[in-house]
Nanobody, 125 residues
Framework: QVQLVESGGGLVQAGGSLRLSCAAS????????MAWFRQAPGKEREFVAA????????YYADSVKGRFTISRDNAKNTGYLQMNSLKPEDTAVYYC??????????????????WGKGTQVTVSS
C-alpha cells in the first residue's frame, strides 16, 4: 500500500508560481509512474501531467503545456509539479496519483493505483 501526501498548495496571484510536492510512503514508488490531476468546483477531475517511473518521459495536458513541469526524485520518494504563469482557471484541488509500471519510460494514463487526498490551489485575478 502506497500512501501519497500532497503539499505546497496555496493562494497566489495570477502570473505567480507554486511548486507542489507529492511524498510517497514507500521506496517502491520508484516502480510507479506518477501523475497529477485536478478538480475545479463543479467540474470533473482532469488530467494535468504525468511522468514515467524513470523520470525520462513526461506528458502534459494542452492547457498547462509550457507552464507546468512535472518531475520526480526517486531517492526522496517524491514527485513535484512546478506551476508557473498561473491563471485563475488553474484554481482547483490538485491530486497526486501513482500507477505501477514494469517499464521505465511508460507514461501512466488511467487506472491509477493510488491517490493522495489533494491540495488546494487558488489563483486570484
Amino acid at each position: 500500500q502506497v500512501q501519497l501526501v500532497e503539499s505546497g498548495g496555496g493562494l497566489v496571484q495570477a502570473g505567480g508560481s507554486l511548486r507542489l510536492s507529492c511524498a510517497a510512503s514507500e521506496r517502491t514508488v520508484s516502480t510507479y509512474g506518477m501523475a497529477w490531476f485536478r478538480q475545479a468546483p463543479g467540474k470533473e477531475r482532469e488530467f494535468v501531467a504525468a511522468i514515467s517511473r524513470s523520470g525520462g518521459s513526461t506528458y502534459y495536458a494542452d492547457s498547462v503545456k509550457g507552464r507546468f513541469t512535472i518531475s520526480r526524485d526517486n531517492a526522496k520518494n517524491t514527485g513535484y509539479l512546478q506551476m508557473n504563469s498561473l491563471k485563475p482557471e488553474d484554481t482547483a484541488v490538485y491530486y497526486c496519483a501513482a500507477k505501477y509500471s514494469p517499464y521505465y519510460n511508460q507514461i501512466p494514463s488511467d487506472g491509477m493505483d493510488y491517490w493522495g487526498k489533494g491540495t488546494q490551489v487558488t489563483v486570484s485575478s
